[in-house]
T-cell receptor
């Protein structure tokens, strides 16, 4: 079973802090994604990466950056956390993005609260 | 107009009921249509997918796509309390395109 592990289940951070959300997958997947999920807005893509050190912006990249130094690890960085970044953050991976029907494997999410 | 519209519910049904979940979409280029199920405090997991138009059945679940109407459905027969979850539709036009477009999800509760 492919596993996508997100390092924290719950996080509380202060406004202005730099926040790191970590995601690790164990099945050698090329493609990794960061989404945020908000009531009434659904899942929105923040960034994705299709290879080590490669990244592309999704629909809502503002206020975020990412890092992928190793294939199995994809980090989401909130440079200066703000209250409107309070959300559930979900990491996902897939071996071949040309085969979306294989299904993305999601982590269980990190619920971030910025106070 | 949003690309994918999905009624968020919530939807509450008695055990054994037939459930119908639906999404509409505006982008006629979409070719792959997926349904994800998300249990509380978990990430979504792929339930079924359909390519282009038609029906697909998997046990108690049936996925339907009507491309002429830009409408997709998921039917759950003999619903069980374990089916209680949020159901998200997702779609893409495939190829090397990375982007899945998700509906907002419908929260379903099946009452014993």
């Amino acid at each position: 079973d492919v596993k996508v592990t997100q390092s924290s289940r719950y996080l509380v951070k202060r406004t202005g802090e730099k926040v790191f959300l970590e995601c690790v997958q164990d099945m050698d997947h090329e493609n990794m994604f960061w989404y945020r999920q908000d009531p009434g807005l659904g899942l929105r893509l923040i960034y994705f990466s299709y290879d080590v050190k490669m990244k592309e912006k999704g629909d809502i990249p503002e206020g975020y950056s990412v890092s992928r130094e190793k294939k199995e690890r994809f980090s989401l960085i909130l440079e200066s956390a703000s209250t409107n970044q309070t959300s559930m953050y979900l990491c996902a991976s897939i071996l071949d993005r040309a085969r979306p029907y294989d299904g993305y494997t999601f982590g269980s999410g990190t619920r971030l609260t910025v106070v | 107009q949003k690309e994918v519209e999905q009624d968020p519910g919530p939807l509450s049904v008695p055990e054994g009921a037939i459930v119908s979940l639906n999404c509409t979409y505006s982008n006629s280029a979409f070719q792959y249509f997926m349904w994800y199920r998300q249990y509380s405090r978990k990430g979504p997991e792929l339930l079924m997918y359909t390519y282009s138009s038609g029906n697909k059945e998997d046990g108690r679940f049936t996925a339907q796509v009507d491309k002429s109407s830009k409408y997709i459905s998921l039917f759950i027969r003999d619903s069980q309390p374990s089916d209680s979850a949020t159901y998200l539709c997702a779609m893409t036009w495939g190829g090397s395109n990375y982007k899945l477009t998700f509906g907002k999800g419908t929260l379903l509760t099946v009452n014993p």
